[in-house]
């Protein structure tokens, strides 16, 4: 008899200690499940829905869903992957996300996850969102246009930077990226470029003015081999 928890995670078996959700074994374990709003060291906030798994003909989200012994999960199945690729598709339509001069194309999440499900067309009639941008800070940019809501950088302002300087503030279509200063403008926070927050942003909402477009085609992430492959670059962050 032995105390190793585990479950299995299409057919693979992932171990896990008592509190860990899925997503946080099975990344723990080098197996990758789709998400876009979930980072290890910070508190989940599913609310992107890319990390949906079946488990007992339930669908739910792995990155808060605790991991249960002999439970087995699927992340790999066509229903799911269909999902998936609605999902991201939206998320191009709900933002204005122009991948070839964007400054992220080949290091960007949703662009990389957007291939890995065989992302062809938009399926959904683009929302030409115009929301403000924010330049007011000499280190970074705000292109709202491009945020996806995920909140990393609320998280990671609030646990890794201890400032608190990114919310989200809205309901619904009106839901936008808002910085803590009386102002409203980002020059007027603590914000760094040396911030986690400023660089766990998995899309090119929160951008560095300096040193964009550096990597040439061929050395970015996602260049030579697929999401699923490579992971999260963000994780080391
Ligand atoms: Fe689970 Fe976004 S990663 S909902």
Same mark, same amino acid.
């Given at each position: 008899?032995?105390?190793?928890?585990?479950?299995?995670?299409?057919?693979?078996?992932?171990?896990?200690?008592?509190?860990?959700?899925?997503?946080?074994?099975?990344?723990?374990?080098?197996?990758?499940?789709?998400?876009? @709003?979930?980072?290890? $060291? %910070?508190?989940?906030?599913? &609310? +992107?829905?890319?990390?949906?798994?079946? =488990?007992? #003909?339930?669908?739910?989200?792995?990155?808060?869903?605790?991991?249960?012994?002999?439970?087995?999960?699927?992340?790999?199945?066509?229903?799911?992957?269909?999902?998936?690729?609605?999902?991201?598709?939206?998320?191009?339509?709900?933002?204005?996300?122009?991948?070839?001069?964007?400054?992220?194309?080949?290091?960007?999440?949703?662009?990389?996850?957007?291939?890995?499900?065989?992302?062809?067309?938009?399926?959904?009639?683009?929302?030409?969102?115009?929301?403000?941008?924010?330049?007011?800070?000499?280190?970074?940019?705000?292109?709202?246009?491009? @945020?996806?809501?995920? $909140? %990393?950088?609320?998280?990671? &302002? +609030?646990?890794?930077?201890?400032?608190? =300087?990114? #919310?989200?503030?809205?309901?619904?279509?009106?839901?936008?990226?808002?910085?803590?200063?009386?102002?409203?403008?980002?020059?007027?926070?603590?914000?760094?470029?040396?911030?986690?927050?400023?660089?766990?942003?998995?899309?090119?909402?929160?951008?560095?003015?300096?040193?964009?477009?550096?990597?040439?085609?061929?050395?970015?992430?996602?260049?030579?081999?697929?999401?699923?492959?490579?992971?999260?670059?963000?994780?080391?962050?």
């Amino acid at each position: 008899m032995t105390d190793e928890l585990n479950f299995l995670l299409d057919g693979v078996e992932i171990p896990f200690h008592k509190g860990q959700t899925i997503m946080q074994a099975a990344t723990a374990a080098g197996a990758y499940i789709p998400h876009l @709003c979930f980072h290890p $060291d %910070l508190a989940p906030h599913g &609310s +992107c829905r890319l990390c949906i798994v079946d =488990v007992n #003909g339930k669908t739910v989200s792995s990155c808060t869903q605790p991991a249960e012994d002999r439970q087995e999960v699927h992340s790999n199945i066509p229903e799911l992957q269909q999902a998936r690729l609605r999902l991201i598709q939206l998320l191009f339509a709900e933002g204005n996300h122009f991948c070839p001069s964007c400054e992220v194309s080949g290091n960007c999440q949703l662009q990389a996850l957007a291939y890995d499900l065989g992302m062809t067309h938009y399926h959904y009639a683009p929302f030409s969102a115009v929301r403000a941008q924010d330049g007011s800070h000499p280190e970074l940019f705000i292109d709202r246009d491009r @945020c996806i809501l995920c $909140d %990393l950088c609320g998280r990671a &302002s +609030c646990s890794s930077d201890n400032k608190n =300087v990114y #919310g989200l503030s809205g309901r619904g279509e009106q839901t936008h990226l808002i910085f803590r200063s009386n102002s409203g403008n980002l020059a007027d926070t603590a914000a760094s470029v040396n911030d986690h927050a400023a660089h766990i942003c998995p899309v090119g909402c929160i951008l560095p003015k300096q040193g964009n477009y550096m990597q040439t085609i061929g050395n970015r992430l996602y260049d030579n081999a697929p999401i699923h492959k490579v992971g999260n670059h963000r994780m080391d962050d």
